[in-house]
């Protein structure tokens, strides 16, 4: 027997791999069409200047626009929309709470009329293009989940989730107890994927921290375009904090019990079609 040639890689698996981990990429950035779409927004509004229109207010607009073409070519379903839209109005009252003068937390410098406070209205489509992402990515994987039947108990878990980011500036942070929480609640929550006829799994947990850590990327370019600025950035743009990447974590918690909800009450309880 030669051993050699029975425990090296056969360039037919080889050439089926790289051809399955290209096509996962380009689906990955078709899951992400409207937070890439964003970015390209943020970077050319610091370039064009369009009819004295301020920059934030450009930013809004043109979200809306793009929001607009991707319901209205069938990117995006009517009920994704709405959850988008539930998870754009989630994002903009945390916006309102941790932009306000006692808190502080971070701030938009610039001046903008589609503001509502101190909080222009565009800082909710950051949090819909997460929302849009999980939507996306669920229906182009063709994305199932296995050992996830806790329904009731997710949902009290993304309430509780939410009110922490309120209550952490004046009682205890419970992040650490929430993290555990949710560690213990998908622990054998696999979630499978396919990316051309293939089906793959990972651990649920394991998807949370990878798309947490993205938007924890993704921030720090947000942040360096100046879409929003934290104290310690307003008079030189540093690194976003690690930390961070536990806040993403729990909000990414929240938008995927968002969109996993959707998809099952339309198909366990409504029997339709969670991809219309």
């Known amino acids: 027997m030669n051993v050699e040639a ?9 050439k089926r791999f790289l051809r399955e981990f290209l096509i996962f990429g ?19 509004s610091n370039y064009i200047h369009v009819f004295g229109i301020a920059r934030y207010d450009f930013i809004f607009i043109a979200a809306v626009l793009i ?5 209205f070519t069938k990117l995006e379903t009517k009920d994704e929309v709405k959850v988008i839209f539930l998870f754009h109005i989630i994002g903009l009252i945390l916006e309102l709470y941790k932009t306000s003068p006692g808190i502080g937390s971070w701030s938009y410098p610039e001046d903008a009329f589609f503001k509502i406070a101190t909080v222009p209205l565009y800082s909710g489509f950051m949090y819909a ?3 849009s ?38 009682i205890y942070d419970f992040r650490i107890f929430l993290i555990v929480a949710v560690f213990t609640l998908f622990w054998k929550t696999k979630v499978y994927f396919t990316v051309t ?6 651990p649920q947990n394991l998807a949370f921290i990878l798309v947490a850590f993205f938007i924890w990327v993704a921030e720090n370019i ?11 950035q307003i008079h030189e743009w540093t690194v976003v904090s690690t930390q961070k990447v536990t806040s993403w974590f729990l909000m990414v918690i929240i938008s995927f019990i968002l969109v996993a909800y959707l998809k099952h009450f339309k ?3 409504l029997g339709r079609d969670s991809s219309r």
């Open 133 to 170: 992402y999980m939507s996306q990515a669920y229906k182009i994987f063709k994305m199932e989940l296995v050992n996830y039947k806790n329904y009731a108990a997710s949902v009290v878990l993304c309430i509780l989730i939410y009110v922490n980011f309120f209550t952490n500036h004046f």
């Open 222 to 232: 947000s942040t360096y375009l100046g879409a929003w600025k934290y104290p310690d």
């Open 197 to 202: 006829n293939r089906q793959y799994w990972m």
């Open 67 to 71: 929001q607009a073409i991707l319901y």
């Open 267 to 269: 198909k366990d309880v």
């Open 129 to 131: 293009a997460i929302g």
């Open 6 to 14: 029975s425990t090296s890689i056969k360039p037919s698996s080889l």
């Open 26 to 44: 380009l689906k990955q950035a078709q899951a992400a069409i409207f937070a890439g779409s964003f970015f390209v927004l943020l970077f050319l």
